[in-house]
């Protein structure tokens, strides 16, 4: 009789192989078509694995009530509590979210060199993230770690350069831009190849003894795991339900969105009380 872990591990590489496969399969289209193939192609993986109180769909960008918008995010994961805004035409939907709504924001890359990884970081980066419209249950005591969690950031590629020139790569990049904590990448996975993680809070401790403070980054390879793509894949989904968790102690407020739209509507009159009134004596 076979272990239940073990084929999840069968069961989760198997999926990491697909997606390969549908690398290979779009080397012979063009940038920008196989692009989106294999955008679909992570996003049928998620859809079908992902908790049902979340969605994901091909992205446009995140906003907040000030008017301040991301870039282009290629794929949102949003919770059930939201609401859903988007865009649709004979041959794509593409949706756009506010912050309070978004569990995670994921980059799609087929190839992970130094320029398409800082373009990818930058898109992350520029997700509005100063003010946040969301009530937390009065028994909550780590409200501001939660919404630490939310959304994640996270890059996905087909290929890579090697993880010890990613790393390096990204140290750069701290190094040279100057980033909130929230605004830092969550999650790197280069299919089948290898993956970077970062702590969030506390610390961890690796199998060698060694503790890892809030902040860094745990990384693991093909060199050093026999099923790379499954183990990565696996810990894509448990980020994204660990960050939805975060929504069952959190009420969003829109309240915020409509006073806004409101201010800001060209047509907009002042219905002040006393000229209510005085409608009502007249009509009497």
Request: with cysteine; proline share 2%; net charge negative.
């Amino acid at each position: 009789m076979s272990n239940a872990i073990t084929d999840l591990i069968d069961y989760f590489q198997s999926e990491a192989d697909d997606l390969d496969n549908v690398f290979n399969k779009n080397k012979g289209f063009t940038n920008a078509d196989a692009g989106d193939l294999r955008e679909n192609a992570l996003l049928d993986f998620l859809s079908h694995h992902i908790p049902s109180r979340t969605r994901i769909s091909k992205g446009g960008y995140l906003f907040d009530s000030n008017g301040n918008k991301s870039k282009q995010i290629d794929l949102l994961v949003t919770n059930n509590l939201t609401l859903q805004f988007s865009q649709s035409s004979e041959l794509s939907r593409k949706i756009f979210n506010c912050i309070e709504g978004c569990v995670a924001a994921v980059s799609v890359k087929t190839n992970l060199d130094k320029n398409s990884f800082y373009d990818s970081l930058d898109n992350l980066a520029s997700i509005p993230l100063e003010k946040k419209f969301i009530r937390t249950n009065a028994n909550i005591s780590n409200y501001e770690s939660l919404l630490y969690k939310v959304p994640q950031k996270i890059i996905f590629a087909y290929k890579g350069q090697g993880l010890e020139k990613t790393i390096n790569d990204l140290q750069e990049y701290y190094k040279n831009n100057k980033l909130d904590e929230r605004q830092k990448l969550d999650l790197l996975i280069v299919n089948n190849e290898y993956a970077l993680a970062r702590i969030a809070e506390g610390t961890k401790s690796m199998l060698s003894g060694k503790e890892l403070p809030a902040g860094s980054y745990t990384k693991w390879s093909k060199i050093n795991t026999g099923s790379i793509g499954g183990l990565s894949l696996f810990r894509l989904l448990v980020f994204v339900q660990k960050a939805g968790n975060v929504f069952e102690n959190l009420d969003l407020d829109m309240d915020a969105y409509y006073e806004q739209i409101n201010l800001m509507d060209p047509l907009r009159t002042d219905l002040t009380n006393s000229s209510i009134e005085k409608n009502k004596s007249n009509n009497v």
